[in-house]
Nanobody, 126 residues
Framework: QLQLVESGGGLVQPGGSLRLSCAASGFTLDYYAIGWFRQAPGKERERVSCISSSGGSTNYADSVKGRFTISRDNAKNTVYLQMNSLKPEDTAVYYC???????????????????WGQGTQVTVSS
């Protein structure tokens, strides 16, 4: 069974940090670009970041640039999203998803991903 599983979400105070993980089972992530999305209640799912299969290219939403860092460890079949300086507006369910490519010029939208995780809740609140 091909699966992506997110972990690492939780409750954190404003200004705090979390690291999300996206682990694959049933297939190797080596050939896939991975995107992180988030969806807050009553809002559309939005792109947060993506990383190419090699890790050489990344993209970030303007709202998270300078605060979030995406990385991958293909040996562990895992992609990470390090989130620093968290704000209440970062509160959402975070999803990872796999697609064929992502680069500085190509950032696929939600409909272009083949596999999705179930999501992990991130709540930023004092």
């Amino acid at each position: 069974q091909l699966q992506l599983v997110e972990s690492g979400g939780g409750l954190v105070q404003p200004g705090g940090s979390l690291r999300l993980s996206c682990a694959a089972s049933g297939f190797t992530l080596d050939y896939y670009a991975i995107g992180w999305f988030r969806q807050a209640p009553g809002k559309e799912r939005e792109r947060v970041s993506c990383i190419s299969s090699s890790g050489g290219s990344t993209n970030y939403a303007d709202s998270v640039k300078g605060r979030f860092t995406i990385s991958r460890d293909n040996a562990k079949n895992t992609v990470y999203l390090q989130m620093n300086s968290l704000k209440p507006e970062d509160t959402a369910v975070y999803y990872c998803a796999a697609t064929l490519s992502c680069s500085g010029f190509v950032w696929p939208r939600a409909g272009e991903y083949d596999y999705w995780g179930q999501g992990t809740q991130v709540t930023v609140s004092s």
